[in-house]
């Protein structure tokens, strides 16, 4: 069975750094791309970037270059996101979710990880 | 790539029929995906490739449309698909979302 199971919440303090992790079981993680995606109640969902595992090949959008880090380690199934200094607006839910095979589409996803940046 | 859901919300009862729309800004063939997302839940992958049920999804889910228009159809709704729908762009990096469609009961 597919799962992908996400790290547990987190409240951290602007200024903070961030690392969440994303770890996938049940099939051979290097070969299948994760990506990650935000959900706010005011922006709704928005893909973040993608990483393949086996060579960590990596793409952001536009929106999130340069904000934050995706990163995978294959030898142990996970993958994650991190932040060097966190902003109030960062708070929201992160999933992480398996593409699908020769497509784009997120056939798996994560429990998600909420995270709340407040001072 | 933009995508534009409607309506945002609608209420309906068991058994109705029930249609929501997404539009792109710009024609993406048929590479659409629709999911379906329940308070506190990750979304669930419904339809891709516009038309194509995702295996398990029940077949009173379709999906149709190409180009810019599309339409996910509940044929008869059940209570267990009240729920926020959102469909996705799968044409080009960035991937986009619609901004939701949130299905309540009547």
């Known amino acids: 069975e597919v799962q992908l199971v996400q790290s547990e919440a987190e409240v951290k303090k602007p200024g903070e750094s961030l690392k969440i992790s994303c770890k996938g079981s049940g099939y051979s993680f290097s070969n299948y791309w994760i990506a990650w995606v935000r959900q706010t109640p005011g922006k709704g969902l928005e893909w973040m970037g993608i990483?393949?595992?086996?060579?960590?090949?990596?793409r952001y959008s536009p929106s999130f270059q340069g904000q934050v880090t995706i990163s995978a380690d294959k030898s142990i199934s996970t993958a994650y996101l991190q932040w060097r200094s966190l902003e109030a607006s960062d708070t929201a839910m992160y999933y992480c979710a398996r593409r699908a095979p020769q497509s784009e589409y997120s056939e798996y996803w994560g429990q998600g990880t909420l995270v709340t940046v407040s001072s | 790539i933009q995508l534009t859901q409607s309506p945002s919300s609608l209420s309906a009862s068991a058994g109705d029929r029930v249609t929501i729309t997404c539009r792109a800004s710009?024609?993406?063939?048929?590479?659409l995906a629709w999911y379906q997302q329940k308070p506190g839940k990750a979304p669930k992958l419904l339809i891709y490739a516009a038309s194509t049920l995702q295996s398990g999804v029940p077949s009173r889910f379709s999906g149709s449309g190409s180009g810019t228009d599309f339409t996910l159809t509940i044929s008869s709704l059940q209570p267990e698909d009240f729920a926020t729908y959102y469909c996705q762009q799968l044409n080009s990096h960035p991937l986009t979302f619609g901004g939701g469609t949130k299905v309540e009961i009547k």
């Open positions: 710009q024609g993406i063939s048929s590479y």
């Open positions: 990483i393949y595992p086996g060579d960590s090949d990596t």
